[in-house]
């Protein structure tokens, strides 16, 4: 048994074999799969992702070298539906029951090797779109790291690092846990383990061997420790560990629909955070009063520059606030940069470009920003929708983005579009700045929520993604605490609400000191909404 000792990140314990994530793999498998009906069904996802990405190539070329030239990307989609094409690819999945990544490899061999091309008009000579087009497809069904690694048992993942990009696909019930090399625990890929209930060790270092791919892990997300080849006693005791875990939780259950109010009555508000639209059922589960954060920048990732379309944020928004009736639903605008960087806005110079991020990208790609705000205030004529915006530092910008707002408001006006006029704006508070400045912003805005995971970077001058300096991320340092409650009395002495969503509104030992101080809300991630209730009621 090997014993290694990283930095935990979300609790829980999870044991299965190690499963390796590589980010790129060049060299396509070929992998027996029992359930063909599920490979036909990805294939088909991709060749629909394929043609929409090659119709915007085509309108792209078009433009800039002219029709003439951009008749490849035409060609390309003629061949994604060409009959024979598919009948070829397809019976290497049903007959030979293989995945969908080889048999686009092996039915594209045989289709030039047959000479369909030669014989089709259309392709004759454009053998090369042929490949190019299978390379598209094969590249799509392996974005998936779920489909990289095709493998049908349960697993847990390890990896260098995860992008939060990547840690926004995990399948709940297949990816056990995850345990990564590097990484600090504050970082998104970090919040995003905790929001989706995985156990999650990181900073386990060179110790995690690749050797060590395929082999029994426990993961304890309670110690930071990872047990690899456990023996008998280990495993019983982290078998017993885990049992009692999944009691406490279920005993949790019990204060669904029960008030989160202290023993001597004081009122505090518990909401949800959540990164996606796969993320509303487990706030559904959990009996949250509403969604406090909806990070809607994820909606963004994963698509390179296929920018997210205002009828499909739409749907996503109008999902969420339908799903949740009368409760509260806060829409975030997008927070891109620093470690959720987007093809879209520069690459990934983003990733070090400190302090470009949130409101000051919206405010460079107005023409993005406002289909977002348009999808969102559509959104609001469904429930009980509010947006807020982040990293604020300054009124100016609280002023540009109520502009925007209603310049969003007057284009649907025009298109004749449903929306709450009377929608509620708020504000993160992330930054000092903004801190310095709370009492001016809530004249100006109606709500607002205390961001501490960015409020405690900038305020320590300790980078969340840092792991040298990770000892001196201290959201309960002295100077933050003092903070929380300068900005609570100055939004409260305007007679404006305020939140906690940053992580620091999930630690239970924090709690009382909120309640005593006023704050109305706080957000945390759905799994740990019940034990946050559990304190609230214990408090005199
Ligand atoms: C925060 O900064 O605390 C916050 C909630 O926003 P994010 O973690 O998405 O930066
Ligand atoms: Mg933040």
């Known amino acids: 048994m090997i014993t290694l000792m990283g930095k935990k990140v979300s609790e829980g314990i999870a044991i299965g074999k190690i499963s390796f994530f590589k980010r790129t793999t060049k060299e396509v498998k070929q992998i027996y799969v029992k359930d063909v009906e599920k490979e036909i069904t990805r294939l088909q996802r991709a060749k629909e992702r394929a043609i929409q990405e090659l119709k915007s190539l085509y309108n792209e070329a078009a433009a800039e070298v002219g029709e003439a030239n951009a008749v490849a990307f035409e060609i390309q989609q003629k061949v994604v539906n060409d009959d024979d094409f598919n009948r070829m690819v397809t019976s290497i999945i049903l007959e030979s029951k293989l995945n969908a990544e080889y048999a686009v490899m092996e039915g594209t061999k045989s289709f030039i090797e047959e000479g369909l091309t030669a014989e089709k008009g259309y392709i004759s000579g454009h053998e090369i779109d042929v490949k190019d087009v299978s390379t598209r497809l094969i590249n799509i069904l392996s974005r998936n790291w779920r489909d990289k690694l095709l493998i ?129 059922e487990s706030v559904l589960r959990s009996d949250a009063g509403g969604i406090g954060l909806f990070r809607t920048e994820f909606i963004y990732m994963n698509r390179g520059k296929n920018m997210p379309s205002e009828e499909e944020q739409y749907k996503i928004y109008k999902n969420a606030a339908e799903a949740m009736g009368t409760q509260p639903v806060v829409l975030r605008t997008a927070d891109f940069g620093d470690d959720k960087p987007i093809d879209f806005v520069s690459g990934n110079d983003q990733v070090e470009t400190f302090g470009y991020r949130g409101v000051r990208i919206s405010l460079d790609k107005e023409e993005m920003f406002l289909t977002q705000l348009k999808a969102m205030l559509r959104a609001s004529a469904h429930g009980n929708v509010s947006i807020i915006f982040p990293m604020i530092t300054s009124l100016e910008e609280i002023a540009k983005m109520k502009s925007l707002v209603k310049k969003a408001m007057d284009m649907l006006d025009y298109e004749k579009q449903d929306y709450n006029k009377e929608i509620r704006l708020g504000a993160m508070i992330e930054t000092p700045a903004a801190v310095m400045i709370s009492s001016e912003m809530a004249r100006e805005l109606d709500f607002f929520s205390i961001g501490t995971n960015d409020l405690t970077q900038f305020t320590l001058a300790v980078s969340r993604n840092n792991e040298k300096a990770a000892k001196y991320y201290d959201q309960k340092h002295p100077a933050l605490l003092k903070m929380i409650r300068i900005v609570t009395n100055n939004v409260h002495l305007e007679g404006k609400k305020i939140s906690i969503c940053g992580d620091l509104a999930a630690e239970l030992d924090m709690t009382e000191f909120f309640i005593k101080i006023g704050i109305d809300e706080l957000s945390v991630t759905p799994p740990q909404v019940l034990a946050l209730r559990k304190k609230i009621r214990e408090i005199q």
């Open 152 to 280: 049908d048992e349960p697993f847990v993942l390890a990896a260098n690092e995860l992008y939060p990009s990547e840690t926004m696909q995990f399948e709940q019930g297949k990816a056990l846990g995850f345990i990564t090399r590097y990484g600090t625990i504050n970082s998104h890929t970090a919040i995003l383990a905790r929001t989706k209930g995985i156990p999650a060790i990181i900073g386990l270092g060179d110790a995690l061997k690749d050797d060590y791919a395929g082999k029994t892990v426990i993961v304890d997300g309670f110690e930071g420790k990872i047990y690899i080849e456990p023996d008998y006693s280990t495993l019983t005791k982290m078998q017993f560990k885990q049992d009692s875990n999944l009691a406490v939780t279920q005993n949790l259950e019990r204060l669904k629909g029960k008030e989160n109010v202290t023993q001597s009555g004081q009122r505090i508000d518990v909401c949800a955070n959540i990164g996606g639209k796969e993320d509303i």
